[in-house]
């Protein structure tokens, strides 16, 4: 069955950066979309990044505007991983940070969930 673990998050003062990971394990990582959500307390989740499976023609990333030059996506098929690059923080990007995978980037919003990570910046 599909397993997505995080881990790298923690508290970092604004300006700060983390480096958020996600093990995939139960399906084939490279045929799959990727992204990561974020979600704050009284907020709606959101969702902050993906990455267009292999098999799509150009395996691009897409960003929400607001962490757009700060953030980035990118993943290791060999390894399993998915990463986020966060870096100048804001407090705005407080939450519970949680990989998230579909077989089609469509879907992603309903697609297999992991138990998150928290980032706090403060």
């Not at 599909?2 to 983390?18: A, F, R």
């Not at 990582?29 to 709606?44: D, H, I, L, N, V």
């Not at 969930?113 to 980032?119: A, P």
Request: hydrophobic share 25%.
């Amino acid at each position: 069955h599909v397993q997505l673990v995080e881990s790298g998050g923690g508290s970092v003062q604004p300006g700060g950066s983390l480096r958020l990971s996600c093990v995939g394990s139960g399906f084939t990582f490279s045929t799959y979309c990727m992204g990561w959500f974020r979600q704050a307390p009284g907020k709606e989740r959101e969702e902050v990044a993906h990455i267009d499976s292999e098999l799509e023609p150009d395996g691009t990333t897409h960003y929400a505007d607001s962490v757009k030059g700060r953030f980035t996506i990118s993943k290791d098929s060999t390894k399993h991983i998915l990463y986020l690059q966060m870096d100048s923080l804001k407090p705005d990007d407080s939450g519970l940070y949680y990989c998230a995978t579909a077989r089609f980037c469509y879907h992603l919003n309903n697609g297999y969930r992991g138990q998150g990570t928290q980032v706090t910046v403060s």
